[in-house]
């Protein structure tokens, strides 16, 4: 009954160990409840050192027995192969803060998460190289289109249009290897496309 109400309060104070504690919380604290936070929010056991420096200073020593009871029951619920899979594909780390009896669980979604955030960026890495290659193709035809027209308006010499001249041949030159790269630039991403897209059915029962 008593985790039960654990979990209940704990949806509204989840964020309260983010700062350090104060004199009140200190003097107030219920340590079960504070290691029960910590373990749903997966910070390790260890943490209770945080709280312990946060106290002393008060006058209060944080009970190591309560705070692990909930750490523990709090670890329950963070430690699970769905939690773990979510925090993978956010690219989050694992602080080894899951007990034994759990840790083979959740390290079999978060591996799985880790994968297919690795392929994510992959994709997203690909499609912006293949963006930036049209983007670069786009300004290119713009500025050959602008140049052209300057070296035939009237008002250049001969050493000004040769000039304008050269730019343009540079500027053909970096379309003509943008277009040569383009097809392997579409290629890989259609392949970071596929794998994603294929290991996002393997894990759909996340």
């Not at 200073?57 to 692990?68: K, N, Q, S």
């Not at 000004?160 to 943008?178: A, C, G, P, T």
Request: aromatic share 10%; glycine share 6%; proline share 1%.
């Amino acid at each position: 009954m008593y985790l039960r109400f654990l979990a209940l309060v704990s949806v509204t104070v989840l964020l309260s160990n983010c700062a350090n504690m104060n004199k009140s919380d200190c003097l107030t604290a219920d340590w079960q409840l504070i290691g029960f936070e910590d373990g749903s929010l997966g910070e390790n056991e260890s943490h209770v050192a945080q709280h312990r420096k946060d106290c002393s200073e008060h006058g209060v020593t944080p009970d190591l027995a309560l705070y692990r009871q909930g750490h523990f029951e709090g670890s329950k619920q963070f430690c699970t192969t769905t939690n773990g899979f979510n925090r993978g594909l956010k690219g989050k780390e694992y602080k080894r803060n899951c007990p034994q009896q759990f840790e083979e669980a959740f390290l079999s979604g978060f591996t799985d998460g880790q994968h297919l955030y690795s392929l994510k960026k992959v994709l997203n890495q690909r499609a912006n190289e293949l963006e930036d290659a049209y983007k670069e193709l786009d300004w290119l035809e713009h500025t050959i289109a602008e140049k052209s027209e300057v070296m035939i308006a009237d008002g250049l010499n001969r050493d000004q249009r040769i000039v304008v001249r050269d730019e343009i041949s540079e500027h053909q030159e970096q379309q003509r290897f943008l277009y040569s790269v383009l097809h392997e630039l579409k290629q890989e991403f259609e392949n970071a496309s596929l794998a994603y897209e294929q290991a996002k059915r393997e894990f759909s029962q996340y």
